[in-house]
């Protein structure tokens, strides 16, 4: 995780979700200079993670992939903001 955080805007945040053991490396420069946070998030119980899948089956919700280099980010974002349907995913 340490890697992405160079690619946070000013006042970006990294928000961890779930758990690892992986620690997080970082420079106090690059996060007190740009205004940059990391914060963890608690994703749920397994019940609610269960609930989200079967409503997805339900629903046939399908998720739409690409993986871009980071330094075609503002591209990447621009695509996630404009789909296809005008809506965002």
Known sequence: ????LGG?????KHIVIGASDESIEVSP???IGG???IIG??????????D???FSLQSDVRS?????PLEHAPEAFELV????KGTWI
């Open 81 to 84: 903001k404009v789909h296809e």
């Open 29 to 31: 420069n690059l996060m």
């Open 1 to 4: 995780m340490s890697e992405i």
């Open 8 to 12: 946070l805007s000013v006042n970006g």
């Open 52 to 54: 989200t899948l079967s």
């Open 64 to 68: 739409i992939n690409q993986v871009l």
């Open 35 to 37: 205004r940059r946070s």
């Open 41 to 50: 998030w608690p994703s749920g119980t397994s019940i609610d993670s269960q």
